[in-house]
C-alpha cells in the first residue's frame, strides 16, 4: 500500500492526500475566476454605501481601549471576517454536498489511497483558500481606503485564514447531514442572521444586557472581535479568546466531517 500511494499521489508524504484534492480545485476553477470575483464584490459593495451613506448619518465610535475610530472603519473589520466567513461556507457546504450526493467524486476518490481524512482535510483546504483569497482583496481595499488604522493590519490576512478553517470544517461537517438541497435553507438562516447581529454594524453594548452574552458566543462574532481588534490596534485579550474559540471549531468540524465521510462512504 505504501508504494501504490507513493505512485498515485507523487511528491507528498503518506497522509498528505489532500493536498492532491487541492491541487485537482484548482485546475477545476482557474478558468472559472468569475466565481471569486463575485464573491469579493458583494462586501465591497457594502464598504463602498456605508462609506459613502451610512457614515455621514452615524457618531465616531470609542474602542475598549479609548480609540477613536470613524464608522466606516468600525464596520470594514467586520466586513472583512464576513467575507472570509463566505467564502468558506459556500465552498463548504453547497458545492460539497453536489460532489458527494450527485457526481459521486468522493466514491471514486476512495478508490485510491485517498482516505476520508484526505478528503475532508482537502476540501477545507481548498475552502480556506478560497476565503483567503475574498479576503485578501478585500483588506487591500481596506487599506487603499485608509481603514487600517495600525501595524497589526498584517496579522488581519492570517486571522481570515483562520475564520475560513473554522467555518469551513463546520460547513462540511454539517454538510455530511444534509438529505436534499431544501436543507439548505437552515444555512442561509443561520448565515444571516449571524452577519446582522454579530456586532457587525453595531457595538455589543446596544444589545440588552440579556442578548449580549448569546452575541458573544456566536462564532462570527469572535470572528469580528478578533479582526477589528487588529485593524484598528485596540487589542484586548477578547483576540486570545477568539483565536482559541476558531481553532477548536474548525478541529472540531475537520474530525466530525472525516468520519461522517468514512461512515457514509465506506460503510
Known sequence: ?????????????????????????????????????????????????????????????????????????????????????????????????????????????????LRPWDIAS??????????????????????????????????ALPATLLIGYAFAGVGMALTTFMRSWQDFEFVQLTILPMFLFSATFYPLHAYPAALQWIVEITPLYRAVVLCRELVTGALTWGSVVSVAYLVAMGSAGLYLASRRLSRLLLT
Open 1 to 113: 500500500m505504501t508504494t501504490l500511494a507513493t505512485r498515485v499521489l507523487p511528491g507528498l508524504p503518506a497522509g498528505f492526500g489532500g493536498g492532491k484534492l487541492i491541487m485537482r480545485n484548482y485546475l477545476v476553477y482557474r478558468r472559472n475566476w468569475i466565481v471569486f470575483a463575485t464573491g469579493f464584490l458583494e462586501p465591497v459593495f457594502y464598504l463602498f454605501s456605508i462609506g459613502i451613506g451610512v457614515a455621514a448619518l452615524v457618531d465616531e465610535f470609542v474602542m475598549p481601549n479609548g480609540q477613536v475610530v470613524e464608522y466606516t472603519a468600525f464596520v470594514a473589520p467586520a466586513l472583512l471576517a464576513a467575507s472570509a466567513m463566505n467564502g468558506a461556507i459556500f465552498d463548504s457546504t453547497f458545492n460539497i454536498f453536489f460532489r458527494l450526493k450527485y457526481i459521486k467524486l468522493y466514491d471514486a476518490m476512495l478508490a485510491t489511497p
Open 122 to 155: 482537502g476540501e477545507i483546504g481548498w475552502a480556506l483558500i478560497r476565503g483567503g483569497i475574498y479576503s485578501g482583496a478585500f483588506l487591500a481595499v481596506m487599506t487603499a481606503m485608509g481603514l487600517t488604522g495600525s501595524w497589526w493590519a498584517v496579522l
